[in-house]
């Protein structure tokens, strides 16, 4: 399961960075650092999660951005939503798809 974490986190090519703070260029970085001592956490993290179809709260937190679909906004309706998640919910996302 480590394997398929790690996987998950490579495939992800967003560099937003969610409600959590946490870049994925930071964790792209500190994962083969923390590999040994949190791994497990995050593992047992996602697995309780799917076993128990719960999504903790936090994991649903997200930033809506508007983004303009035409050059010259003039009202609302010539925008669309992005919602930027945290990178463990885009992970756990990942791993379910797969």
């Not at 870049?23 to 994962?31: D, E, G, N, Q, V």
């Not at 590999?35 to 309780?48: A, K």
């Not at 179809?53 to 997200?62: D, F, N």
Request: hydrophobic share 45%.
């Amino acid at each position: 399961m480590p394997e398929t974490i790690c996987k998950a986190f490579d495939k992800i090519k967003s560099n937003a960075i969610g409600s959590d703070g946490i870049s994925l260029k930071f964790i792209k970085i500190m994962l083969p650092n923390i590999m040994p001592n949190i791994m497990p956490v995050i593992e047992h993290l996602i697995n309780f999660s799917l076993a128990n179809g719960v999504v903790p709260r936090y994991w649903k937190s997200m930033i809506i951005t508007p983004i303009s679909k035409i050059k010259n906004l003039t009202s609302s309706q010539h925008c669309r939503s992005i919602l930027i998640v945290p990178e463990i919910s885009k992970t756990v996302e990942r791993i379910v798809l797969n």
